[in-house]
């Protein structure tokens, strides 16, 4: 079939998969990838921070990551110039991560879940989960 006339693929939000790379301290959940559709270039997903948690220190190998804050207040940590920077977010911002940068994300709420939507240029979910920030 000539990509002209491939089928578009619908993901409920509700059928998102939890059975790919993981960090502690935060869960994601695969919508769009080479496993689910057959995506060559792309991995979109979703990730939860609880209340009160922080993920481990992580990076995503070649990937750009571009992500969207849904809801909560989720702060990105990594670091410049020797020190931690922290960036921290509402609903509405985005957020761009570079290949092969250690960061992680914490949730300071103690109430509230973050929610972010993250979209991967790989098919797919580089993790690579680190001791720290520092190489």
């Known amino acids: 079939m ?7 693929h619908h993901i409920g939000g509700d059928d998102l998969l939890g059975d790919t790379a993981q960090s502690p301290g935060m869960r994601r959940l695969e919508a769009i990838s080479g496993r689910t559709v057959g995506a060559e270039h792309l991995w979109m997903g979703r990730t939860h921070v609880n209340p009160s948690t922080r993920s481990a220190n992580h990076h995503h190998g070649e990937s750009e990551t571009a992500i969207y804050v849904v809801s909560g207040n989720p702060v990105f940590v990594f670091l410049e110039d020797g020190g931690e920077r922290r960036l921290e977010t509402k609903p509405g911002d985005y957020v761009f991560v570079p290949p092969f940068v250690p960061h992680r994300e914490e949730n300071p709420s103690s109430s509230d879940e973050a929610v972010v939507v993250i979209a991967r240029s790989t098919q797919e979910a580089i993790v690579v989960n680190l001791d720290s920030l520092a190489p």
């Not at 000539?2 to 578009?8: K, P, S, T, V």
């Open 2 to 8: 000539d990509g002209f006339h491939e089928r578009l």
